[in-house]
């Protein structure tokens, strides 16, 4: 079966760190050549925050979390990162891991069609 999993959300105070990871599993590398992390606030649409070519190793991110937070993969372990630093309150959201098919970097969440079922980040002041 096709699964990605997120791990590592939690809470922490502004200014710290978390590590998020997404374990994939069962999904052909031709479905899966962009990789990318979204965030979703309440009552909000998701939005990007990274992406990296899973073959290119390419990485982009969003404006708001540039220089704070970095994607990276493992394909040994079949798992993808996004590593956060200087955590800001506005941080705060449900974290989600997702896969395309298309090598073209992008990180409009329409984009991707595979999914993992999101981390909670909780960031205090």
């Known amino acids: 079966a096709q699964e990605m999993v997120e791990s590592g959300g939690g809470s922490v105070q502004a200014g710290g760190s978390l590590r998020l990871s997404c374990r994939v599993s069962g999904i052909p590398y031709q479905r899966k050549c962009m990789m990318g992390w979204f965030r979703q606030y309440p009552g909000k649409e998701r939005e990007g925050v990274a992406a990296?070519?899973?073959?290119?190793?390419?990485?982009s991110y969003a404006e708001s979390v540039k220089d704070r937070f970095t994607i990276s993969q493992d394909n040994a372990e079949a798992t993808f990162y996004l590593q956060m630093s200087s955590l800001l309150p506005e941080d705060t959201a449900m974290y989600y891991c997702?896969?395309?098919?298309?090598?073209?970097?992008?990180?409009?969440?329409?984009?991707?069609?595979?999914w993992g079922q999101g981390t909670q980040v909780t960031v205090s002041s």
């Open positions: 990296i070519g899973t073959i290119s190793g390419s990485t």
């Open positions: 997702a896969a395309r098919t298309y090598c073209w970097s992008s990180l409009n969440p329409a984009e991707y069609n595979l």
